[in-house]
């Protein structure tokens, strides 16, 4: 009897045991709920920015402030996660090859503004102009790529640099004041930009756009050695889990925040309102990122009378693990 009786005490404690709920795996682990280790994210304050900004303000654990500057922030050691076009990726890998493409935040498509009155018609009648645009940028790319369609290059017209700051005008902002007042005929920028030319020349502006052959890839970026370290990638993915959720936000319903973002960039709400139709928020890396670094790598890679980089070299920036990681995080 007392045999049966130790069998059957034992079969009932199992089968408290199995209908029971594992504390161990519902219990979350350490990991999952210790704190995110500090992130420092930085960005040009441009529009192509907003979601980033957003994300920071208010989809991310904790507000972070959103300092300004690219990647070369990151080869300083000065942040840890930074946004930049890709042009500026091919210039800063040299010295920094740790650095990786994690999220495609905005493909923006640029515009070239030029004056009718200066006898531009076409594009081909670009030649022998004064194109006033920010050398060695996704901007100065965008014009060489816009003339190679019809079979001129940089040499065949005359770039003119940027004004010089004036008070609280950077060189950038004067740039459609140069084009109204016929310093220059044509002007190659990002938005807001090409619109307030475009506005302000009336019936004598002209506009070039072609979005087959060039959009800026606006990339947030990382270190190799910071997306190995399993306490500083849990918080960057946790960051670019809050830009996807910033990004759906922003186009649900983008004037909602626009206000925070014109507080950072110091563009207005309406000049928001002029560059957002020139502006796709993909969230993925896009799909064609290596062909587009392989093309423009020749032109970077000529700047500074090297060689390019191969095919196989330019894939080695490319991690597509942490926007799939954060995507699959909900």
């Known amino acids: 009897m007392n045999t049966i009786r130790t069998a059957v005490v034992a079969i009932a404690g199992l089968l408290v045991l199995a209908c029971a709920p594992s504390e161990q795996a519902e219990a979350p682990s350490a990991a999952a709920t210790a704190p995110l280790a500090p992130i420092r994210v930085s960005g040009s304050y441009w529009i192509e920015l907003s979601p980033v900004l957003v994300a920071a303000n208010r989809f991310y654990a904790e507000q972070l402030q959103v300092g300004e500057g690219g990647i070369v922030r990151i080869t300083s050691g000065e942040t840890d996660l930074a946004t930049n ?50 050398r060695n940028t996704s901007a100065n790319y965008y014009l060489v790529a816009m003339l190679r369609t019809v079979g001129l290059t940089e040499d065949d017209v005359e770039l003119v640099n940027l004004p010089e700051a004036q008070g609280d005008q950077t060189g950038m902002d004067q740039m459609s004041d140069a084009l109204a007042r016929g310093d220059v005929d044509v002007i ?15 019936d004598d502006a002209v506009m070039f756009q072609d979005r087959s052959v060039y959009r800026e890839v606006f990339n947030l970026h990382a270190r190799a050695t910071d997306l190995a370290d399993p306490s500083k990638r849990r918080s960057i993915v946790a960051f670019v889990r809050a830009v996807a959720d910033a990004t759906a936000a922003l186009k649900a319903d983008p004037e909602t925040y626009w206000p925070h973002v014109s507080s950072i960039t110091g563009f207005t709400t309406e000049e928001i309102s ?20 392989e093309v423009e790598e020749v032109w970077v890679a000529k700047e500074r009378n090297r060689a390019p980089r191969t095919r196989e070299e330019l894939a080695g920036f490319i991690d597509t693990s942490v926007v799939e990681e954060a995507l699959a995080s909900k």
Request: charged residues 30%; negative net charge; hydrophobic residues 45%.
């Open 188 to 202: 190659s920028i990002w938005e807001p930009e090409p619109e307030d030319a475009i506005r302000r020349l009336g």
């Open 274 to 293: 002029w560059g957002w139709p020139e502006m796709e928020f993909p969230v993925r890396i896009i799909p064609d990122m290596l062909d587009v670094l």
């Open 85 to 134: 076009a890709e042009t500026q990726l091919l210039r800063e890998s040299l010295t920094n090859p740790d650095l990786r493409i994690i999220m495609t935040v905005t493909e923006s498509f640029y515009r070239l503004v030029a004056r009718r009155s200066a006898g531009i018609e076409t594009l081909a009648d670009l030649k022998g102009k004064r194109v006033m645009l920010p």
